[in-house]
């Protein structure tokens, strides 16, 4: 099979503080396909891992285009997602003959005149290869799922777990998918229906645990072929926000039933299933006032990997004003104070200022006595697809309040906690910390749920806050809980 690899990929945050453009990708992950050793780096990229493996496995011809990914933030300039997506298309244009499209995604894309990507890019990848060669595409189940990107007729395949550490099998079966409709074994037809919800549905508990159960279980029905629920990204200001459940039958095969029981059934946990935040000190009181064993703390309002500016100092300082002991706080999205800590190097005592910097919504930056405990100028962290390193830049260690005191690590590459390694590779060790603060929503739960004795979520205010009805939403279709009280009855 020749199969033609792509994908762009940004969770666009309508109300980030952050701008987004060309730039943004160059410093996030970008592979011209027509570079040299382009196969290679988008075989490295992880989303792509298990599919890459199966296409292997098959002996697939793999035709390489454009990759571009970027942290998340705003809205992308108009002419810089064209020119992204239009040398996507020109790559796919050149790679023609193709028997099957497979597209790494994410599904809550924005650009200025564009309230879909997905959706617009989709339609133009039909355009170009007709209507018989399948087209897939692998999406965060943060997607807020439009008609568009349905219509396009793409086979879409969301990872399921959130943290999102199932790529690899969602990978693996979109390439089967794909496959046998190449070879003319299969022919899908989708089925979906909106949920009238937004929210943070972490999948590591109940009730969320069950219900993924439920969607695999549902598979396994005689005509079913893929389940997904999009949970929707709610700081993407459009009509299409919000969570969704979408269905691929054998044609023929009536799934509506299915998909009504399963969006009531997403419908009906919301509650439950939407992690408790507790406001900001209300939160540390629970911490400290927990058995003996490391508290994690996750600041989620200023997490990074949903468009947060990652230097919000308001956790930190409230530790600090509490004189907490035995405490972590990572990571701080501040490359200026990067540069002065380490060109004071490790053992230095110095006055410096850290965070704070980006807007309001990161508070007032603190003015600090720190010792420099560690310094490094390619730091990285173990990523959320298993044996993958994220890149975190120049970062290091800083000791605030003396041996017993806070340990900050501050960075330069934005980037939210994935591992506990972000910490340890500094040299702080989190087995003699009783609370670690963690700028992140969820994915950290993959590789802080082993430490854990405990972990609580704190909205400290920021550019995530989880108080949805703050927001100036312009776009966003109601009526939709939790701003409305019972939208589906
Ligand atoms: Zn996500």
């Known amino acids: 099979m020749r199969v033609f690899l792509g994908g762009l990929v940004h969770e666009t945050n309508s109300f980030s503080p952050l701008p987004t453009s060309l730039q943004s990708f160059r410093e996030g992950v970008l592979i011209h396909g027509s570079e040299p050793g382009a196969l290679q780096r988008l075989v490295e990229q992880p989303v792509f891992g298990g599919a890459l493996q199966a296409a292997a496995q098959q002996g697939d011809f793999l035709l390489p285009g454009l990759f571009a990914q970027a942290e998340p933030s705003g809205p992308l300039p108009r002419a810089d997602y064209e020119s992204l997506r239009d040398e996507l298309l020109a790559d796919l244009r050149a790679a023609l003959p193709v028997d099957a499209v497979l597209l790494a995604l994410h599904g809550a894309m924005l650009a200025e005149g564009y309230p879909d990507c997905e959706g617009d890019l989709l339609q133009r990848v039909r355009e170009v290869v007709g209507a018989q060669v399948p087209v897939g595409a692998l999406l965060d189940l943060h997607c807020n799922l439009s008609p568009a990107m349905v219509d396009s007729g793409a086979v879409l395949i969301a990872c399921k777990e959130y943290p999102h550490i199932d790529y690899a099998q969602r990978g693996i079966e979109l390439h089967g998918v794909l496959s046998r409709i190449a070879r003319g074994e299969l022919a899908l037809q989708a089925r979906w229906q909106r949920v009238p919800m937004v929210g943070i549905f972490g999948t590591t508990q109940s009730p969320m645990r069950e219900f993924v159960l439920r969607l695999h279980a549902s598979e396994e029905l005689a005509g079913i072929h893929t389940v997904s629920a999009l949970h929707g990204f709610p700081w993407s200001d459009t009509a299409f926000t919000g969570a969704a459940l979408l269905a691929y039958a054998q044609v023929g095969v009536v799934a509506g039933e299915l998909v009504d029981q399963l969006a009531q059934a997403?419908?009906?946990?919301?509650?439950?299933?939407?992690?408790?935040?507790?406001?900001?000190?209300?939160?540390?009181?629970?911490?400290?006032?927990?058995?003996?064993?490391?508290?994690?703390?996750?600041?989620?309002?200023d997490n990074p990997g949903g468009g947060a500016a990652c230097d919000s100092t308001f956790l930190l300082r409230a530790l600090l004003e509490r004189g907490v002991r035995d405490a972590a706080l990572g990571m701080i999205w501040d490359p200026q104070a990067v540069a002065i800590a380490a060109s004071a190097g490790v053992g230095a005592r110095l006055a410096l200022r850290v965070g704070g910097k980006v807007g309001p919504m990161s508070g007032d930056p603190l003015d600090l006595e720190v010792e420099v405990l560690a310094c490094r100028s390619d730091a990285s962290q173990g990523g959320?697809?298993?044996?993958?390193?994220?890149?975190?830049?120049?970062?290091?260690?800083?000791?605030?309040?003396?041996?017993?005191?806070v340990d900050i690590v501050l960075n330069s590459i934005r980037q939210q906690v994935f591992s506990p390694d972000c910490f340890t590779e500094m040299g702080i060790d989190l087995t003699a910390k009783r609370l670690v603060v963690v700028k992140s929503t969820q994915h950290f739960r993959a590789g802080f749920d082993a430490l854990a004795a405990a972990t609580l979520f704190a909205d400290s205010g920021g550019t995530l806050q989880v108080d949805l009805g703050q927001l100036p939403y312009r776009h966003l279709s109601r009526p939709i809980w939790p701003l409305d009280p019972s939208p589906m009855g």
């Not at 009906?268 to 629970?286: F, I």
């Not at 290091?396 to 005191?405: E, M, S």
Request: charged letters at 15%; proline letters at 10%.
């Open 266 to 301: 997403f419908y009906a946990l919301r509650e439950r299933a939407s992690s408790p935040r507790m406001p900001m000190h209300e939160a540390l009181d629970a911490a400290l006032a927990a058995p003996p064993g490391l508290v994690v703390l996750a600041d989620s309002a």
């Open 384 to 405: 959320l697809v298993p044996g993958s390193r994220d890149p975190l830049g120049a970062a290091v260690a800083l000791r605030v309040g003396g041996a017993n005191g």
